[in-house]
């Protein structure tokens, strides 16, 4: 059963290729190749043991996605393809509404056209605003609070919206949202990772910078939050976990015909601390990471993690990779590829 990956090259996307294939699904990748690079697509190949049809060009192009349609016949789509920084979506807010908004648009627009109506859509919990309490249940109010978060929540909305009006006139769509709280981690081979340009903004990359002597410490954002440590907590999933989620997710779908509109969160449930990361990281690389106090970064909260029981539920899955088998993963991909694929 061929599945569409739309930004298949990306940090989630590739690892998400290779849990397809381990399940016995054949992965095609489309991707523009705009935060990623063609090298990931050998990468793939030599883990999977096979190559991985690839599809380049942008998921707003109409008549790409059109021939792509034409070309494979897929059971599902999985969209993941977009830009993701909460700073450059603040900077840069039409890119947002135009990459994710615009290009999820005219992806279901070419389902529709070439009649597939499975799609799992990259949610973020990033949706629940800051007002969320931990464990965030998926029935939390939403909110979300820059361009980026706004654009997931819209796209969450329509697809929403697809659903519903699709739902009186049949065949319906069969549509997710899959919540991520903090993926981290890579393929235990060493060869895919996550691979930032310049300065990484979210921790576990940073940490990583810091432990190769890339950057001189790391600032750690605040330590008078109300937590264990007074450091900030999140629940940091292992991207190979997230990416045996989405698996689960889109067996869920291929179940049954009928129509409907899911959401999932996907999280271990279980929250660290900035300095409980570092703790693990410098466990599992045996290299010192220098931490420096610093004020609290605008918009964090002091607690993000997951309520996981309706993905179990449903879905019959659950994330088992702890902490340390995260950053000792990190750390052969890092160590082996300190330019990521460059
Ligand atoms: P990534 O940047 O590594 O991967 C995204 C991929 O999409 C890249 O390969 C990029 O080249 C491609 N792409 C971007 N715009 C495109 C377009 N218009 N047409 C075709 N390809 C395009 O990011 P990631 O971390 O793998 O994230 C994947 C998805 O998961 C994103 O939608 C992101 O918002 C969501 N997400 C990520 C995180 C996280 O912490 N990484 C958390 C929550 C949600
Ligand atoms: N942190 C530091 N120092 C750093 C970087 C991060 O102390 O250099 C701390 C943060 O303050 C936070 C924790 O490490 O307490 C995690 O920060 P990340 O930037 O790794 O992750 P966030 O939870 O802040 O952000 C993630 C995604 C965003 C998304 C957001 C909300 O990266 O895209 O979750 O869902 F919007």
Redesign the pocket.
């Known amino acids: 059963m061929k599945i569409l990956v739309t930004g298949g090259a990306g940090y989630i996307g590739s690892h998400l290729c290779v849990a397809l294939a381990e399940a016995g699904f054949q992965p095609v990748v489309l991707d523009d190749f705009s935060n990623s690079r063609p090298a990931v697509i050998d990468r793939l190949a030599a883990i999977i043991g096979a190559p991985t049809p690839v599809a380049i060009g942008d998921i707003s192009d109409a008549a790409f996605l059109d021939r792509v349609f034409a070309e494979h016949e897929f059971a599902a789509v999985m969209h993941l393809a977009g830009v993701?920084s909460?700073a450059e979506s603040c900077r840069l807010p039409l890119l947002y509404y135009q990459n994710n908004i615009g290009g999820t648009l005219s992806l279901c627009a070419a389902m529709q056209r070439a009649g597939i109506r499975r799609l799992l859509f990259s949610s973020?919990?990033?949706v629940y605003g800051a007002a969320a309490r931990s464990p965030v249940r998926e029935d939390a109010p939403l909110s979300a609070a820059n361009p980026?978060?706004r654009s997931k929540l819209m796209i969450e909305r329509l697809l929403a919206d697809l659903v519903a009006a699709e739902a009186a006139h049949l065949p319906v769509w069969r549509v997710a949202a899959l919540r991520y709280f903090?993926p981290v981690g890579a393929h235990p081979s060493g060869l895919l990772g996550e691979d930032p340009l310049g300065t990484p903004?979210?921790?576990?990359p940073?940490i990583a910078d810091v432990a190769l002597g890339r950057r001189p410490h790391?600032?750690?954002?605040?330590n008078t939050y109300a937590t264990r440590d007074g450091?900030?907590i999140?629940d940091y999933i292992h991207v190979m976990d997230l990416a045996e989620g989405h698996v689960a997710a889109l067996r869920y779908l291929l179940r049954a015909n009928d129509g409907g509109y899911f959401v999932w969160n996907l999280g271990t449930g279980r929250g660290s601390t900035?300095l409980e990361v570092v703790a693990a990281f410098v466990r599992s690389s045996g290299r010192s990471v220098p931490c420096v106090m610093a004020p609290m970064?605008p918009g964090?909260v002091a607690e993000?993690c997951a309520h996981v029981g309706r993905a179990q539920a449903e879905l019959g899955w659950r994330a088992r990779r702890d902490l340390d088998e995260m950053m000792a993963d990190v750390w052969r991909w890092r160590s082996a590829n300190a330019d990521g694929m460059r």
């Open positions: 993701k909460v973020s919990a990033t980026y978060g903090n903004n979210n921790l576990v940073y790391l600032n750690v954002y605040g450091t900030g999140r900035v970064r964090d993000s």
